[in-house]
């Protein structure tokens, strides 16, 4: 699974992203002329007609760049844009509702969820409004700013440089993956304690006790399919452990014999094929 294979389509209660299409190209000629819009996008040239909006279409057709239209009940109401950074607009008539995060929520979470390269987004730095919201999804904002060159305006204007790690992302997002009745999360410091009860001693894979922190660390999930995983039962009790790594198959430790004599075998058996594809939540 590559970058590549991000989904044409994805789905959520109120909206949903899609690609952008030659049907859409008038809207996005209004909201990209609209003065509460276009400042703050580096790219937007003014005016912006049917030219500049057919060139933004070829742009998101680019298999490195993934343009996704927020849509709502059949209403275009912005664009997100995942590739070499990310960059994003919402109609002002939808702004105010928390459609953007929860956009941004459904977009970088199917992102990392295959390894992924830091993703950099760029900001005014007088833009408060994405500022605090990249601040809220956990981008990191580096030290002091630069200038970049807006079109809309014709001249340079200051901006903050945010980035996300994976490694962030599946920390305050982790992903937790179904498994015939078990589940399946990537593991934590915290978590430390109960898995050195599971180390079956220090035969490969596995580390000493006194090792288990950075193993865990060096394990860190980043994306499918590698990683140290914890296996929680129904009752959200940690059991066993799970090291996925490509190419391999997984390498299983159980809190108990009895723990693994009832899950071991099915444990195994659904991770044949990798991590499940469709986590349990985010």
């Known amino acids: 699974m590559t970058l590549h294979d991000f989904p044409a389509r994805l789905a959520a209660e109120r909206f949903c992203l899609r690609p952008l299409a030659e049907a859409d190209l008038p809207e996005v000629m209004r909201q990209l002329s609209d003065e509460r819009v276009a400042p703050w996008l580096a790219a937007v040239a003014q005016p912006f007609g049917l030219t500049e909006a057919q060139a933004l279409l070829d742009h998101g057709q680019h298999p490195g760049e993934h343009l996704r239209t927020i849509e709502i009940k059949g209403t275009f109401a912005g ?6 950074g990310l960059w994003y607009w919402l109609d002002p008539a939808f702004q105010g509702r928390g459609l953007m995060s929860a956009a941004l929520r459904l977009a970088l979470s199917e992102w990392f969820a295959r390894p992924a ?3 950099l ?15 809220r999804l956990g981008f990191a904002r580096f030290p002091g700013s630069r200038r970049m060159f807006f079109q809309s305006s014709g001249r340079s204007e200051p901006c903050h440089d945010l980035l996300m790690a994976p490694e962030q992302w599946h920390l305050l997002n982790p992903p937790r993956h179904a498994l015939d ?5 990537p593991a934590r410091q915290k978590d430390v304690p109960t898995l050195a009860l599971m180390l079956p001693g220090t035969a490969a894979p596995w580390p000493s ?3 288990l922190p950075g193993f ?10 590698s990683g140290l995983f914890v296996i929680e039962d129904d009752l959200g009790r940690s059991i066993g452990m799970a090291l996925m790594a490509e190419g391999t198959p997984p390498a299983l430790a159980f809190l108990s014999r009895e723990e693994a004599g009832a899950h071991a075998d099915t444990v195994k058996q659904a991770l044949a094929a990798g991590l499940p594809s469709v986590p349990l939540g985010r």
């Open 79 to 84: 664009c997100i844009c995942l590739g070499a």
């Open 117 to 119: 390269p830091p993703l």
């Open 121 to 135: 987004a760029t900001c005014r730095t007088d833009n408060a409004a994405s500022l605090s919201l990249l601040a």
């Open 181 to 185: 009745g078990l589940s399946l999360r």
């Open 209 to 211: 006790a006194e090792a």
């Open 216 to 225: 865990v660390e060096q394990h860190r999930f980043r994306g499918a399919p």
